[in-house]
Each structure stands twice: as structure tokens, then as C-alpha cells.
């Protein structure tokens, strides 16, 4: 069974730009939760995403924003970047909705640099 | 304070030793602990959950939850080179979210 994929995996980008990152959960799973991981702040979770709804949300400003596709499939958009949003971003995959019964499964994620 | 604390290490120990990762939390309603291992370079990954008070074993891996000190760690029996990884600690609180440390990177030295 193919595993998390997540596209582009390098990115460079400019201030003020935006940015979609793509995330392909393993087959059947339909719980798509996406994160930030920086040196300093560490992983940091954004939200996530159950059959096309957004079901919990981080602290994150709005300039993040993501969806999820009927075959649950989903992107994460960041508009108007700023240097600080260099960092991976990381999407996870399991079976249901939360956290708490379901092994997450992790992407390779997506390396993005913000210049 | 944060929500989850861990120390940054790095903590070094000789192979064969016992390594002993820790954790605190400070939503006191969080029922849900894991703990995540992630290799240089890559993503992390399940090693282990506990939802109860006391140990739970896993090969050489026995986490361990007090929830009355909000506190939960990780050993790791006979500590291979191979184990050598920054190790995430996170917690599911109130809110429904997986929150996690910012890791504890470990080394085995041979």
C-alpha cells in the first residue's frame, strides 16, 4: 500500500507570493491533518480535514487556509508569505476523524523557503 | 508555559544502556499521550500511545503516564546506535488537537 505523498517536496518562493501544497492520504484513509515544523517552534499543527470538512483548527493566521477533496485528497494554501513560513510542512493520514484512536501516518513533507 | 515541554538534549548514552525520555503537559483534562521518533531529514513516526496511568511495554520501548504530575516518558531498553533520532512527545488536550514537544534528540554512542 503506497503511503502519505505530498507535492512539490522542495519549494522556493518570495515574500508576498502564495503557495498550494498538495497531500495524498494512503488509500481509504479519510482524515487528512496538516502541520508546521520549525526548529525553533517544532511541530506545530494547522488543521485538519475529515470527508471535506475542516474539523479543528491551530493558531495560525488566515492567511493559512486548506481543503479537502471527495476522494480526500487535500492542499494547504498560504497566501501572502512572509519569511517566517519557511519551514516543512508536513501532512498526516489516518482512518477516522481525531486523534485519539488512529495511528497518523506522516507524509515526507514539503520544504518550503520563503526568500 | 508551554503545552508540551520536553528537554532539547541532546541526551547521549552508550549503546546498551537504558534511555529515559521525558515529558510534561499542562492541559490536566488530556487523555491521549504518543510518542514519535523522526530521523533526520525525515517524518515522524508512531512508536507508541498510552492512554492510562502506569507502563505500557513495547519491545524495548515501556512508556509510562502519571497523569496526577502530568508527566509521561519514553524508556528505551538496550539502547542501539540505530535509535539514535529526535524523539516528539504529544498529547491530545481539551481542544481536540495533537499537540507536540518541540523533541528530545537522543544519541547512542557506541
Known amino acids: 500500500k503506497a503511503g502519505v505523498t505530498q507535492t512539490p517536496r522542495y519549494l522556493i518562493k518570495t515574500r508576498g507570493q502564495q503557495v498550494t501544497l498538495s497531500c495524498s492520504p494512503i488509500?481509504?484513509?479519510?482524515?487528512v491533518s496538516w502541520y508546521q515544523q520549525t526548529p525553533g517552534q517544532g511541530l506545530q499543527f494547522l488543521f485538519e480535514?475529515?470527508?471535506?470538512?475542516?474539523?479543528n483548527k491551530g493558531n495560525f493566521p488566515g492567511r493559512f487556509s486548506g481543503r479537502q477533496f471527495s476522494n480526500s485528497r487535500s492542499e494547504m494554501n498560504v497566501s501572502t508569505l512572509e519569511l517566517g513560513d519557511s519551514a516543512l510542512y508536513l501532512c498526516?493520514?489516518?482512518?477516522?476523524?481525531?486523534?485519539?484512536?488512529?495511528?497518523?501516518?506522516f507524509g515526507p513533507g514539503t520544504r518550503l523557503t520563503v526568500l | 508555559q508551554k503545552e508540551v515541554e520536553q528537554n532539547s538534549g541532546p541526551l547521549s548514552v552508550p549503546e546498551g544502556a537504558i534511555a529515559s525520555l521525558n515529558c510534561t503537559y499542562s492541559?490536566?483534562?488530556?487523555?491521549?499521550f504518543f510518542w514519535y521518533r523522526q530521523y533526520s531529514g525525515k517524518s515522524p513516526e508512531l512508536i507508541m500511545s498510552?492512554?492510562?496511568?502506569g507502563d505500557k511495554e513495547d519491545g524495548r520501548f515501556t512508556a509510562q503516564l502519571n497523569k496526577a504530575s502530568q508527566y509521561v516518558s519514553l524508556l528505551i531498553r538496550d539502547s542501539q546506535p540505530s535509535d539514535s533520532a529526535t524523539y516528539l512527545c504529544?498529547?491530545?488536550?481539551?481542544?481536540?488537537?495533537?499537540?507536540f514537544g518541540t523533541g528530545t534528540r537522543l544519541q547512542v554512542f557506541p
Open positions: 504529544a498529547v491530545i488536550g481539551g481542544t481536540d488537537k495533537l499537540i
Open positions: 498510552i492512554y492510562s496511568n
Open positions: 488509500s481509504g484513509h479519510r482524515s
Open positions: 492541559d490536566r483534562v488530556s487523555q491521549s
Open positions: 480535514y475529515f470527508s471535506e470538512t475542516q474539523r
Open positions: 498526516a493520514s489516518s482512518l477516522s476523524a481525531g486523534f485519539s484512536t488512529d495511528t497518523q501516518y
